[in-house]
């Protein structure tokens, strides 16, 4: 049971642009949604974090829109460049004893130059 | 802050030979870590959550006296793929929590581990 939904897969974006990544979960005990950047080879890094009480969190050129009613968010990233090529992962956290993550299925983003 | 280190970042062993993966905290206590496995292109499947001083508890399908979790102190969890065999070769990552964090007990991720059994 896939517990958050992320699209889209892959996405290509002109440098300048913004690129859109898309969660939507259906358990409504998650209280905290993290993204995370992870490069080829390397571990996942904590890009962003938003909790369902705010719908909108920006750090930099990084903003999470939380739509808590309908039960998505998103990640945005303006200004994309050339360096923001990774995979980005949604995740989101079970409000239990145990805090486990839930991921998505990750978006391989590709700035071009 | 809140770094987290893994050993070693990749290893090739033969098969049917055990292997061992350390993850360490190196500058926060962390009384829960993490393994996950991701397989190429693919997201990360959480294998078990590590409980500093007590038995781990392990996700649904995965065996337990396969991959052995041990979280001896604060700082350190390790996992030990015994009796490894080539579809055990994955990229293994671990996370620890910091509870001294305000932002949720923010999991932080450590390089992973490249497992590549033969």
């Known amino acids: 049971q896939q517990q958050v939904k992320q699209s889209p897969q892959s996405l290509i974006v002109q440098k300048g642009g913004i690129s859109i990544i898309n969660c939507a979960y259906e358990?409504?005990?998650?209280?905290?949604f993290p993204w995370y950047q992870q490069f080829p080879g390397k571990g996942p890094a904590l890009l962003i974090a938003?909790?369902?009480?705010?719908s909108e969190k920006k750090e930099g050129r990084f903003t999470i829109s939380f739509n808590k009613s309908a039960k998505q968010f998103s990640l945005h990233i303006m200004d994309s460049q050339p360096g923001d090529s990774a995979t980005y992962f949604c995740?989101?956290?079970?409000?239990?004893?145990?805090?486990?993550?839930?991921f998505g299925s990750g978006t391989q983003l590709t700035v071009l130059p | 802050g809140a770094v987290v280190s893994q050993h070693p970042s990749w290893v090739i062993c033969k098969s049917g030979t055990s292997v061992k993966i350390e993850c360490r905290s190196l500058?926060?206590?962390?009384?829960?870590m993490f393994w996950y496995r991701q397989f190429p292109k693919q997201s990360l499947m959480l294998m078990a959550t590590?409980?500093?001083?007590?038995?781990?508890?392990?996700e649904q399908g995965v065996e337990k006296d396969k991959f052995l979790i041990n979280h001896a102190s604060l700082t350190l969890s390790t996992l030990t793929v015994t009796s490894a065999h080539p579809e055990d070769s994955s990229f293994y990552i671990c996370s620890a929590r910091d509870l001294a964090r305000l932002e949720g007990n923010t999991q932080y991720f450590g390089p992973g581990t490249r497992l590549t059994v033969l």
């Open positions: 500058d926060f206590q962390a009384t829960t």
């Open positions: 995740a989101a956290r079970s409000s239990g004893s145990a805090r486990q993550l839930t």
């Open positions: 358990n409504t005990a998650f209280d905290y």
């Open positions: 938003i909790r369902p009480d705010v």
């Open positions: 590590s409980n500093e001083g007590s038995k781990a508890t392990y």
